[in-house]
């Protein structure tokens, strides 16, 4: 998978490149809108752009609306900017849009989530399960499985990072996030627990003292 990142500061270089790399993601940087263009004549093979609205030589919506947008390549905006305009402005004419500070983590989930989107991989199937990750149902042989909305949310935490090992400490860092409630490891074994029952197959796989995985089949 080839992303390119067009920014500027180098410690987002550095720290996205180590990242990628280590989820089998190939990063090329480019710093400026001037080399970003001349790249781009040349190599259109992309399966995404990361692109920083604040560049040296210019405007990084301007970039996208006159030269990216003709590629169709999927791009996800990086800006300091949070004021609301801007960043409808972004949602409106791209994939997604974050601000700075930034996880890196958020990121690379919603660089996996649009990759398998734009592969028309919206509906996952492994093996007798599938996954809607648009309408959030699961269902096994077609028939819808019944899961809390935490539950729920923890599948598709998986199925986002599909072949991929989400870790003990990302889940509970969410689980934090999405309810405000401090949760140990012992009850994340007990929602797994429950999830495996209710689906009632081995899809996820559990990596001793690290975390879970789906493995796409």
Same mark, same amino acid.
């Given at each position: 998978? *080839?992303?390119?990142? /067009?920014?500027?500061?180098?410690? /987002?270089?550095? %720290?996205?490149?180590? &990242? !990628?790399?280590?989820?089998?993601? *190939?990063?090329?940087?480019?710093?400026?809108?001037?080399?970003?263009?001349?790249?781009?004549?040349? *190599?259109? +093979?992309?399966?995404?752009?990361?692109?920083?609205?604040?560049? =040296?030589?210019?405007?990084?919506?301007?970039?996208?609306?006159?030269?990216?947008?003709?590629?169709?390549? =999927? #791009?996800?905006? !990086? &800006?300091?900017?949070?004021?609301?305009?801007?960043?409808?402005? %972004?949602? *409106?004419?791209?994939?997604?849009?974050?601000?700075? =500070?930034? &996880?890196?983590?958020?990121?690379?989930?919603?660089?996996?989530?649009?990759?398998?989107?734009?592969?028309?991989? &919206?509906?996952?199937?492994?093996?007798?399960?599938?996954?809607?990750?648009?309408?959030?149902?699961?269902?096994?042989?077609?028939?819808?499985?019944?899961?809390?909305?935490? @539950?729920?949310?923890?599948?598709?935490?998986?199925?986002?990072?599909? +072949?991929?090992?989400?870790?003990? +400490? #990302?889940?509970?860092?969410?689980?934090? @996030?999405?309810?405000?409630?401090?949760?140990?490891?012992?009850?994340?074994?007990?929602?797994?627990?429950?999830?495996?029952?209710?689906?009632?197959?081995?899809?996820? /796989?559990?990596?001793?003292?690290?975390?879970?995985?789906?493995? @796409?089949?």
């Amino acid at each position: 998978m *080839n992303i390119l990142l /067009i920014e500027d500061n180098e410690g /987002i270089i550095k %720290g996205l490149t180590y &990242s !990628l790399l280590k989820n089998n993601y *190939n990063l090329i940087s480019k710093t400026n809108i001037k080399d970003t263009k001349t790249y781009l004549k040349e *190599n259109k +093979n992309l399966d995404l752009i990361i692109l920083d609205i604040t560049l =040296p030589d210019g405007d990084g919506l301007k970039l996208y609306k006159e030269v990216i947008k003709d590629l169709q390549i =999927p #791009t996800i905006f !990086l &800006s300091a900017n949070d004021e609301e305009e801007t960043i409808v402005e %972004g949602l *409106n004419i791209a994939e997604d849009y974050l601000t700075k =500070p930034f &996880s890196t983590k958020e990121l690379l989930a919603r660089i996996n989530k649009i990759i398998m989107r734009n592969k028309k991989q &919206s509906i996952i199937k492994c093996q007798d399960i599938t996954f809607d990750m648009d309408k959030l149902i699961l269902t096994k042989e077609n028939i819808p499985i019944e899961l809390t909305a935490l @539950e729920l949310k923890l599948v598709n935490l998986l199925f986002i990072n599909i +072949n991929k090992v989400v870790t003990r +400490n #990302t889940i509970l860092d969410k689980i934090w @996030e999405w309810t405000g409630n401090y949760v140990d490891d012992h009850t994340v074994t007990v929602y797994f627990k429950r999830i495996r029952e209710k689906i009632g197959n081995d899809i996820i /796989i559990t990596i001793k003292g690290i975390g879970y995985r789906i493995d @796409e089949k």
